[in-house]
C-alpha cells in the first residue's frame, strides 16, 4: 500500500532531521509517511547524453515511489540563493523520465520547507516557482526555520495538516 506522504530531504544535515520532524508529525495524524533522502541515492549528474545512456536503478525506484504517493513535502536547504543541486538534479531527471515532463507533478499537492543557515526564503521562492510551473499544487503555508529560530511542532503539525487535507488533481 502506497503511503499517503513522501517527505524528501535534500541534505543530510538539518533539513534531513526537518524531514524525519515531518514523518512523525504525520504518524501523530495516524498517516503513513515515508522519507526519502536524495543524498543516499546514486542519481548521474543529468545531461542528455546521460539521459541517452539510460536512468539508473535509483533514478527508476524513485520515480515509481513518488508516482505512487499523492501528496509530498520536500525540505530543502538554500544553496547559493536557490535550490540544492542534489533537488535540482533530482526534478531535471524526474522531468524527462515520462513521455509528459509534467506529469509526475501535475495537480499533485507538495508542501515546502527548509532549514536554512542563510535566510531561507529565495529556495522556498524557488520551489515554489519551479514546482508550480511543473504544475504542483503548492500549499502556501510553508516552514522557514533556521538556527536562530527553529520550526515549532506545532508549525510542521500545520503543514502537515493542509498536506494532508488535499487531493491530487483528477486530470
Known sequence: ???DLIVVAASNGENLKLAERCVHAASQRQAQAELIDLTVLSLP??????????AGADLISLRDRLH?????MICAPEYNG?????????????????????????????????????????VLI?????????????????LLSNFSKPAKDESIDDVVKRLLQRQ???L
Open 168 to 170: 491530487p488533481l483528477a
Open 126 to 142: 524557488s520551489m515554489r516557482i519551479q514546482l508550480t510551473h511543473l504544475g504542483a499544487d503548492v500549499i502556501g503555508r510553508q
Open 1 to 3: 500500500m502506497p503511503p
Open 45 to 54: 549528474l543529468y545531461t542528455q547524453r546521460v539521459q541517452a545512456a539510460g
Open 68 to 72: 505512487a504517493a499523492p501528496r509530498w
Open 82 to 122: 536557490s535550490i540544492p543541486p542534489v533537488l535540482s538534479n533530482s526534478i531535471a531527471w524526474l522531468s524527462v523520465l515520462d513521455d509528459d515532463f509534467r506529469s509526475l507533478f501535475n495537480g499533485r499537492p507538495i508542501a515546502i520547507g527548509t532549514h536554512s543557515g542563510g535566510g531561507g526564503m529565495e
